[in-house]
Nanobody, 125 residues
Framework: QVQLVESGGGLVQAGGSLRLSCAAS????????MAWFRQAPGKEREFVAV????????YYADSVKGRFTISKDNAKNTVYLQMNSLKPEDTAVYYC??????????????????WGQGTQVTVSS
């Protein structure tokens, strides 16, 4: 069993930055791909970014490419999401998730086995 705890959300003005963290319990964190998803009020949960088990490969949604950076520190059992040039449309609850499968990291939420409780990010215009 893996427990994920997000932190770092908050209120920021458009153009600002935030860094989200997701701390994981368990000894097998280094073998998991990790992703960030987000869900805005009245909308479906959507993929934001994913990093493979080693931290060496990343993939982003088009909406955040060039503004967000995902990274994974296996020594600290933590995954990060650095968010720059934030826009009001980035406002959502952000969730981290862990995928036990081997192979190409997935952008589908259905492939993820463990989820955090979420952290609110609000970007004011």
């Amino acid at each position: 069993q893996v427990q994920l705890v997000e932190s770092g959300g908050g209120l920021v003005q458009a153009g600002g930055s935030l860094r989200l963290s997701c701390a994981a319990s368990g000894r097998t964190f280094s073998s998991y791909a990790m992703a960030w998803f987000r869900q805005a009020p009245g909308k479906e949960r959507e993929f934001v970014a994913v990093v493979n088990y080693s931290g060496g490969s990343t993939y982003y949604a088009d909406s955040v490419k060039g503004r967000f950076t995902i990274s994974k520190d296996n020594a600290k059992n933590t995954v990060y999401l650095q968010m720059n040039s934030l826009k009001p449309e980035d406002t959502a609850v952000y969730y981290c998730a862990a995928d036990r499968r081997l192979g190409v990291p997935s952008v589908g939420s259905y492939d993820y086995d463990y989820w955090g409780q979420g952290t609110q990010v609000t970007v004011s215009s």
